[in-house]
């Protein structure tokens, strides 16, 4: 029995206790402040009683010449709480919201390799799957904090 529920990320307040694993870094206020304000933002919170153990975050993009698509950023699962089916349901709780903005497609890259991740993106059936994809990245330098 899972021990956690989904919710949509709907205030800052909600990202005060994250189990180990979950982000990256620490919760920059105004960054959060601003993703949550954002309607082309969204994410999913696996919650376990007050503490966020799971999130999944993606933003909606739109084209002149296609329909919306959904970018997922980034699916996190705290340290203590993988394998228990929490990505993929993070991830279907995203195809839900995703459908609901008349999205036609939700794309993902992920680090190959990741043997864990990919297992349980497959549990979702993907409906196809590049491994000629090429990923630039340029590092722009940000204001001084």
Known sequence: MKAWTITALQSESQLEQIAEGVFDFDIRAAEARGFIQDPAHIMMLAISTDLVVGMASAVLIRHPDKRNE??????????????????????EALFAWARTHECQNVWLLMDEG???AERSYRKLSPSSERRDTVMFEWSLKPAAD
Do not use: C, F, K, T
């Open 70 to 91: 959904l970018w997922v950023n980034e699916v996190g699962v705290g340290d203590q709480y993988r394998g228990q089916g929490m990505a993929p349901a993070l991830l």
């Open 114 to 116: 990741n043997i864990p």
